[in-house]
């Protein structure tokens, strides 16, 4: 649960404005409709946030950064998750990553197309180097390729949850207004949204071919209602037997 001075400062750098009942915070509102986009150097961020550095934040490097679900656990301090995964800004980064760890314990356990996952017994902790794997693109179910590769910003504004667009690597913490409004109140939403390079994220890789959800990231969803965060309404799931999909 994040603290009241965490969320003052955390609409304060999205330019976000708490609406109050009898001087107590209930929701936030948008002081401008545009999108934008936030960026705290990384030391800053920490020190407003009282956070301490998060897990394996020894490997995090301007080529190699943490987004997705562990930077938001290491935002709300749940120390339950033991899943990280390691984004890159290009191939020869992903494979230089994947040979340094092989240094300090990481056992290979898993070697997909799109990421490779190593495990180290000392830490009790998962690591997933995405773009670890011989593709470079990820194919969504309409034919169009995603780069496994990019920036922390191009990354997680092609994520299709918005309460996974986190990221933060040795530099910076990254996000949007969106996210964080919707870290504040709890509440996610899967995007379709378009950032100041034009970049837009890839929601409909989360639907099958008959516009269906599919059952994996119905599970990703629930994942998330289950730590306690809201579904509105015009986005609730319904079950298609007939498709097994949602």
């Keep these: 649960m994040l603290t009241q001075e965490q969320v003052k400062f ?18 936030v509102y948008k002081k401008e409709t545009t999108y934008k986009d936030v960026l705290v150097p990384y030391n800053e961020f920490k020190k407003l946030m009282g956070l301490e550095d998060p897990r394996l934040h020894w490997l995090l490097s301007y080529n190699g950064f943490m987004a997705g679900g562990a930077v938001l656990a290491w935002l709300l301090q749940d120390d339950s998750g033991n899943d990280i995964d390691f984004f890159f800004r290009n191939k020869d980064a992903a494979n230089s990553f994947s040979l340094f760890i092989g240094q300090y314990d990481f056992v290979e356990t898993n070697d ?13 902790v998962i690591l997933q180097v995405v773009g670890g794997g011989e593709a470079e693109n990820k194919k969504l179910h309409d034919g169009t390729a995603v780069s496994l590769f990019g920036s922390p910003m191009e990354i997680i504004n092609n994520f ?42 890839t929601v409909k890789s989360m639907f099958g071919s008959k516009g269906n959800m599919t059952l994996p990231y119905v599970e990703r969803v629930l994942k998330y209602h ?21």
């Design 10 to 27: 955390l609409c304060y750098v999205s330019d976000l404005e708490l609406k109050k009942h009898n001087n107590i915070p209930y929701g």
């Design 112 to 124: 997909t197309t799109y990421a490779k996952t190593y495990f180290n017994y000392e830490e009790s």
């Design 160 to 201: 299709d949850i918005s309460v996974c667009k986190f990221a933060v690597d040795c530099d910076n913490f990254y996000s949007n207004r969106n996210a964080i409004a919707d870290l504040i109140t709890r509440t996610l939403h899967l995007n379709i949204e378009k950032n100041t390079s034009g970049f837009f994220n």
């Design 226 to 246: 289950r730590k306690g965060f809201y579904i509105p309404k015009p986005q609730g799931l319904q079950y298609d037997p007939n498709t097994d999909s949602w």
